[in-house]
């Protein structure tokens, strides 16, 4: 297994035809995230794995034709119905292909549209935090039993909080975000579930809620299962290249799921990317 690129970054083409792309310029590790959507999805990700591609999904792959936002907190049950049937049938096709993950983000104490995703969230009323976080412990606990009966590893993505969201809301509207919450989480759930720790929503998080970035990286190593590896300006998720200094990389990132998740598909800074990783492990 290397390191793998994300397809996350595309929004005019399917994930799998991005993906053919990537794998026909030798990147053979490629984590399917984003794009439009492909009703052959499946039989062109069984066509790439047979080609010889290393491939794992990410959160809303499979796509589905009619947008929706994965909540798994939320308190209305036909969002969480839809969620949990979303993540039941990746861990499934995960299976099929043979990948040994699947990943999706942390939960919302609201229900935002999916034209919000990634911009601004206009404020409204909250779900409690402490139910919103039990419902969301026990939801991931039984699709963790669901994963393991597939051989398939659960993670969970921190989410990231923006400086603009934080005064939106005056608060913090999402789960996963910071160090205490992120950590009781996973030691709540005894290992049955991973963190795919995403540096980049790390480092907007501790600008927005005021924690030291590395200093929490430290903290929630124990947890990591994977890694999502991009840079930004500290106000923003940005999905920027990073450099051999990044701040990362003096941290432990020896993991088998890295992802390059930088969001400029240019070959030789994808290749240059790949290779400050490699050679730092």
């Given at each position: 297994?290397?390191?793998?690129?994300s397809?996350?970054?595309?929004?005019?083409?399917?994930?799998?035809t991005?993906?053919e792309?990537?794998?026909?310029?030798?990147?053979?590790?490629?984590?399917?995230?984003?794009?439009?959507y492909?009703?052959?999805?499946?039989?062109?990700?069984?066509?790439?794995?047979?080609?010889g591609?290393?491939?794992?999904?990410?959160?809303?792959?499979?796509l589905?034709?009619?947008?929706?936002?994965?909540?798994?907190?939320?308190d209305?049950?036909?969002?969480?119905?839809?969620?949990?049937a979303?993540?039941?049938?990746?861990?499934?096709?995960s299976?099929?292909?043979?990948?040994p993950?699947?990943?999706?983000?942390?939960?919302?104490?609201?229900?935002?549209?999916?034209n919000?995703?990634?911009?601004?969230i206009s404020?409204?009323?909250?779900?409690?935090?402490?139910?919103?976080?039990?419902?969301?412990?026990?939801r991931?606990?039984?699709?963790?039993?669901?994963a393991?009966?597939?051989?398939?590893?659960?993670?969970?993505?921190?989410?990231?909080?923006?400086?603009g969201?934080?005064?939106?809301?005056?608060?913090?509207?999402?789960?996963?975000?910071?160090?205490?919450?992120?950590?009781?989480f996973?030691?709540?759930?005894?290992?049955?579930?991973?963190?795919?720790?995403?540096?980049?929503?790390?480092?907007?998080?501790?600008?927005?809620?005021?924690f030291?970035?590395d200093?929490?990286?430290?903290?929630?190593?124990?947890?990591?299962?994977?890694?999502?590896l991009?840079d930004?300006?500290?106000?923003a998720?940005?999905?920027?290249?990073?450099?051999?200094?990044?701040?990362?990389?003096?941290?432990?990132?020896?993991?088998?799921?890295?992802v390059?998740?930088?969001?400029?598909?240019?070959?030789?800074?994808?290749?240059?990317?790949?290779?400050?990783v490699?050679?730092?492990?």
């Open positions: 297994m290397g390191v793998y690129v397809t996350g970054g595309v929004r005019d083409r399917t994930c799998t991005v993906a792309e990537l794998f026909s310029q030798g990147f053979e590790s490629i984590e399917l995230s984003g794009g439009l492909d009703p052959e999805l499946e039989k062109s990700i069984v066509a790439l794995k047979e080609r591609a290393d491939i794992t999904l990410h959160n809303y792959i499979p589905q034709e009619t947008p929706y936002v994965l909540n798994l907190a939320s209305d049950d036909q969002i969480f119905a839809q969620t949990d979303h993540i039941r049938r990746a861990i499934d096709l299976a099929m292909v043979g990948s993950w699947y990943a999706f983000h942390a939960g919302f104490l609201i229900d935002p549209q999916p919000e995703l990634g911009k601004r404020r409204r009323d909250l779900q409690s935090r402490s139910v919103s976080m039990g419902v969301f412990k026990a991931v606990s039984n699709l963790a039993e669901y393991a009966s597939k051989n398939v590893n659960l993670l969970v993505e921190n989410n990231v909080l923006s400086m969201t934080r005064r939106e809301f005056d608060g913090n509207p999402l789960l996963l975000c910071e160090t205490d919450e992120i950590t009781e996973f030691e709540s759930l005894e290992g049955a579930v991973t963190l795919l720790l995403d540096v980049a929503h790390l480092k907007v998080s501790a600008n927005a809620l005021g030291d970035q200093l929490a990286f430290d903290l929630l190593e124990p947890y990591v299962g994977g890694l999502h991009s930004n300006d500290g106000r998720d940005q999905n920027l290249p990073f450099e051999p200094d990044a701040w990362f990389f003096n941290k432990n990132i020896k993991r088998d799921y890295k390059i998740e930088v969001y400029d598909y240019d070959e030789q800074l994808l290749r240059k990317q790949i290779d400050y490699e050679k730092l492990l």
